[in-house]
C-alpha cells in the first residue's frame, strides 16, 4: 500500500521557520519525484517544490524561490521542505506528492498532474 504520511506543520510567527518531513512507503523512494503542495482557504492548489528521484536537483514556485529549501534520504524513505521566512500567504495545509517521472526538469511539473498519490497533508499556520 503506497502511503506519503507528512509532518512538521503548525503556527509560526512571520519571519520564523519550519521543516516539514514526508514518510513514503509501499514504493522504492528512489525510482522517484517527490513534490510538495500547499492549499490556502479558498485558493486554489499551488506547486510549491519538486525534488528528483536522485536528489540531484530541485524545482521550486517562484512564490517561494529563494526561501524553501527541499531535500531527501532515501535511505530512509523520506522528503523535508525548509521553510525559511515564513510569510502569512504561506499559510494553508502542505501536501506531500509522488511524481509520475524521475525527473523535475520536465514541463510543468509542478502541475498536480505529474503526481498520483498523495498524502493526508499536514497545517502550516503563519501568523503574529
Known amino acids: 500500500q503506497i502511503q506519503l504520511v507528512e509532518s512538521g506543520g503548525g503556527l509560526v510567527q512571520p519571519g520564523g521557520s519550519l521543516r516539514l518531513s514526508c514518510v513514503v512507503s509501499g514504493f522504492t523512494a528512489e525510482n522517484y519525484a517527490i513534490g510538495w503542495f500547499r492549499q490556502a482557504p479558498g485558493k486554489e492548489r499551488e506547486g510549491v517544490s519538486c525534488i528528483a528521484a536522485t536528489g540531484a536537483s530541485t524545482a521550486e514556485a517562484d512564490s517561494v524561490k529563494g526561501r524553501f529549501t527541499m531535500s531527501r534520504d532515501n535511505a530512509r524513505s523520506t522528503v523535508y521542505l525548509q521553510m525559511n521566512s515564513l510569510k502569512p500567504e504561506d499559510t494553508g495545509v502542505y501536501y506531500c506528492?509522488?511524481?509520475?517521472?524521475?525527473?523535475?526538469?520536465?514541463?510543468?511539473?509542478?502541475?498536480?498532474?505529474?503526481?498520483?498519490?498523495w498524502g493526508q497533508g499536514t497545517q502550516v499556520t503563519v501568523s503574529s
Open positions: 506528492v509522488r511524481g509520475k517521472f524521475r525527473s523535475c526538469l520536465l514541463t510543468n511539473m509542478l502541475s498536480a498532474d505529474r503526481y498520483d498519490y
